[in-house]
């Protein structure tokens, strides 16, 4: 998008965004005088300024279930058995049993083929006049499956019995009695795992399905890695079609990803790692989010979202864990192993195909290096007793290796200079709606020769202001976005639960709020799309 045209674009939102604020205040009360508004605006090319290419974006986290239950297919939850991972009891939430103590015993044990996910589940049918509808489990999904009609759906389950045992996979209505889609499979017998593939075609629509796994004679069968994908995922590449058209709307020119606090973890055992969200999806052994509380499988990956990225024809910005979390960090002179394995994060994007993590990308179908040259060190961590020396760290050592990387601070440079060096540095405001236009000085005495700003993460305290003063907010929000054209920027979106929550005059409709913590206007499950400003 030119730079003429942007700005064109936005001078007309604004002038929109004003002639409709005034049309909302007249309709809320009656006026006894009419009163006249003008606006005049002057669009003359010689007062334009450049607005750089990468102005507008998208923010991207893995938090109220954005990418895992959101924008990633996958409608299994907790599909290896391995919930709650190495530091705590795994557990097969949300999996529960069909049939009672006396027909069917289910359990896990440490027996799978996966060697970094060696849960697997052990299910033992016990009755030799089992109920008509068979026992077994089921999994819910994330709030319950969105099977539509005619739609043809993916499964794949790895599975070994010592005895040939014959089952039932289907997808049924919350309480099972409603049959969606259903086939029979067979299990061989023999002490080698195998992998199962079934298509199921639905019959039916139902927003809140769920996967059953049955049987109706005795036997013993160990299952592991059970995933269920919808078969027109985006490109195949395992995103939600219907929702990566709508960021392709957006057209963000960069995506900041994959957090956030989800980056940090409460602590750093939790912390999101890249080499184990990468390889086969069956041997990824996901992590425990412990900054927003639940597991994901981390099918979505350092990968996906390299991937993601370039769907959208957005650059990459990846924001990496500097070895601090919000209750413990690494000090610096022990930091030199998360050094190398971000140089080995860089070396999987960019490195060749004969390199040695450019050909563990090569392997996944991406031979061509993703064009990554930004990195933000950390997240919200400049506070941090170690944050400025392992920052250096990583500076240096990226310096050296990618001279052309633009790196990040998470240190706020509006008010004064950095004492570190850095191309840009974060800036994230956390205020309510009507403090913005107080913000408008922010930057006036920010150097243009300094560091640029990433304005990465703008969240209101207000909750419900959109029901109350939707027309003020957004012209608030619209007007503070307006004060940082004088500067060179970049201006971020940001998720939850996939929707993103500012959209900076990119689109209208995407002037809203919409809580991590608390609330979200719309939200991607089971496809809740299109309310009001969202």
């Known amino acids: 998008m030119g730079s003429k045209e942007t700005l064109c674009r936005i001078r007309t939102i604004l002038c929109l965004l004003l002639l409709f604020c005034v049309s909302c205040k007249c309709s809320a009360s009656e006026f006894e005088i009419t009163q006249v508004a003008r606006l005049g605006v002057d669009a003359s090319s010689h007062l334009a300024r450049k607005i750089p290419d990468t102005l507008f974006g998208i923010f991207f986290e893995e938090i109220n279930h954005a990418g895992a239950g959101g924008i990633w297919a996958e409608l299994v939850s907790n599909r290896g058995f391995e919930a709650g991972g190495p530091h705590t009891p795994s557990n097969i939430e949300p999996w529960s049993i069909i049939g009672d103590d006396s027909s069917i015993f289910v359990g896990t044990d440490r027996t799978s083929c996966f060697r970094r996910n060696k849960v697997a589940l052990r299910m033992e ?41 014959e089952m039932t996979v289907s997808l049924t209505s919350s309480d099972g009695l409603r049959v969606l889609a259903s086939a029979a499979i067979r299990v061989p017998g023999g002490s080698n795992w195998i992998k199962l593939d079934q298509k199921l075609v639905a019959q039916g629509t139902d927003r809140t399905s769920r996967l059953q796994i049955t049987a109706k004679t005795k036997g013993v069968v160990w299952l592991d890695q059970v995933s269920l994908m919808p078969s027109d ?111 080995d994060s860089l070396e999987f994007a960019r490195g060749s195909a004969e390199s040695t993590w450019g050909s563990v990308r090569a392997a996944m179908g991406h031979p061509e290096p993703f064009p990554v040259k930004y990195v933000a060190i950390g997240n919200e961590d400049c506070g941090k007793e170690n944050y400025r020396g392992n920052y250096l760290k990583f500076y240096n050592a990226i310096r050296e290796a990618y001279p052309d990387i633009q790196m990040i601070s998470n240190c706020d440079g509006s008010s004064g200079p950095l004492d570190h060096p850095a191309d840009l540095y974060d800036f994230h405001v956390y205020t309510g709606s009507r403090a913005l236009f107080s913000m408008k000085n922010t930057f006036d005495n920010t150097s243009r020769s300094g560091p640029k700003v ?81």
């Open 233 to 343: 995922t985006y490109k195949g590449h395992g995103f939600r079609t219907e929702l990566i058209s709508m960021l392709l709307d957006l057209k963000p020119r960069f995506l900041r990803f994959p957090g956030g606090c989800f980056v940090e973890g409460s602590w750093l055992r939790n912390a999101f790692r890249w080499r184990d969200s990468i390889g086969p999806w069956e041997e990824r052994p996901g992590h425990y989010g412990d900054v927003w509380n639940y597991w994901t499988d981390d099918g979505l990956g350092y990968y996906e979202f390299l991937q993601l990225s370039e769907v959208l024809g957005a650059a990459p910005v990846w924001v990496f864990n500097n070895g601090i979390s919000h209750h413990d960090e690494v000090d610096t002179t022990a930091i030199a192993p998360f050094v190398k394995d971000i140089l």
């Open 454 to 534: 990433c304005l990465s993460c703008h969240c209101f305290a207000d909750l419900f202001m959109l029901q109350k003063d939707a027309c003020e907010t957004a012209l608030q929000r619209l007007l503070f976005s307006w004060y940082y054209l004088s500067y060179e920027f970049t201006t971020c979106s940001y998720f939850s639960r996939g929707i993103p929550r500012i959209a900076y005059l990119v689109d209208v409709r995407l002037l809203c709020i919409a809580s991590s913590w608390l609330a979200t206007l719309s939200i991607f499950v089971n496809l809740i799309l299109g309310a009001g400003f969202c």
């Open 125 to 165: 049918v016990l009755c030799d006049n089992c109920p008509v509808g068979g026992v077994g489990i089921y999994n819910p999904g994330f709030w319950g499956m969105n099977i539509e009609d005619g739609k043809t759906y993916n499964l794949v389950m790895h599975a070994k019995s010592p005895e040939m045992i």
